[in-house]
């Protein structure tokens, strides 16, 4: 029963953990925090493909599922980057202000900048 997702920065300790909520458990495992320079707001696509059924005939078909989320990614430089959240834009804005405030640095907002 997967209950959600969420993440835990710790800066005393330079390090991230992101997790999987199993009943009562956060399930994931720590990593190195990269040394942050800034908080990067984005839209990325995410895309699934799927097989069907086969159809008439011995060709199968493949369907594509897509959608665009506002992704959240702490970054050293423009390379080196770490997601931390996907959600939707209002979420995704508070959670980097959280990180901005925790971690003291600033946040570029590139979905922002598309929109002006």
Do not use: H
């Amino acid at each position: 029963m997967l209950e959600g997702k969420g993440y835990f920065i710790d800066k005393e300790t330079n390090r991230f953990k992101i997790y999987n909520k199993l009943l009562f458990f956060k399930v994931g495992d720590w990593e190195k925090l990269p040394k942050a320079n800034y908080i990067a707001i984005t839209k990325v696509k995410f895309s699934k493909t799927v097989p069907t059924p086969k159809l008439m005939g011995s060709e199968s078909c493949t369907t594509d599922f897509s959608s665009f989320k506002c992704c959240v990614f702490i970054c050293e430089d423009k390379r080196i980057k770490q997601l931390i959240y996907k959600g939707e834009y209002d979420d995704a804005f508070i959670e980097a202000d959280l990180i901005k405030n925790y971690l003291n640095i600033e946040v570029i907002d590139y979905v922002k900048s598309l929109k002006d």
